[in-house]
């Protein structure tokens, strides 16, 4: 009886367990998925993109596919804990599986104010590890959302930065979908 109380005080205290598309626990680390949306639409998953189509300017913008297949850019999540399964409201960083020719490496970011949306628009150009102030804008969270889940930016990695805590969603411009600070919840499954 003893073992079970503390096996299930431990459980408890661990957050909840983040589940793909097929019912499995989301891994950390070296296990790759898709970031869908959960709203069958004409759009596909999460991928990046240029600012500007076209121009090959970098950073990589994160955005939302205009096409429903191919599904999207596989990405990987980098809990600060280390464990090896991704949980709710744990800080994470978020690294994204393509060719990128961009310097930035393809981690995400949320960097200040973007002059042309009035955005914080996500991006390359993060890293993964090292909590801490030169950090803070590259961690990420998933939530639930009702039945589903969504992204969400609100680090806890430093404790005396002044970091916001909202959702992320998606923000139409320049005929394009990206992901943004704000907004109404973008809800995501996991393939």
């Not at 102030?133 to 430093?158: A, H, M, Q």
Request: aromatic content about 12%.
């Amino acid at each position: 009886t003893l073992f079970f109380l503390a096996s299930t005080g431990e459980a408890a205290a661990l957050p909840g367990r983040i589940f793909d598309t097929d019912g499995n626990p989301l891994r950390s680390r070296t296990a790759r998925y898709y970031i869908m949306p959960v709203v069958d639409d004409a759009y596909g998953g999460l991928e990046s993109e240029y600012r500007i189509k076209g121009t090959y300017t970098c950073p990589k913008f994160i955005c939302q596919d205009e096409n429903k297949f191919p599904t999207s850019t596989p990405a990987s999540f980098w809990p600060v804990d280390g464990m090896g399964s991704v949980r709710l409201s744990t800080d994470m960083n978020v690294e994204f599986h393509e060719w990128n020719p961009c310097p930035e490496k393809p981690i995400w970011t949320l960097p200040s104010t973007d002059p042309a949306t009035g955005k914080r628009m996500v991006r390359y150009g993060g890293m993964i590890g090292k909590p801490g102030p030169e950090t803070v804008n590259n961690w990420f969270r998933i939530e639930k959302s009702g039945d589903n889940y969504k992204l969400v930016f609100c680090p806890s990695v430093c404790k005396t930065c002044k970091a916001v805590c909202e959702d992320l969603g998606i923000h139409y411009q320049d005929g394009q979908r990206w992901l943004v600070l704000g907004g109404s919840p973008f809800a995501v499954k996991f393939q």
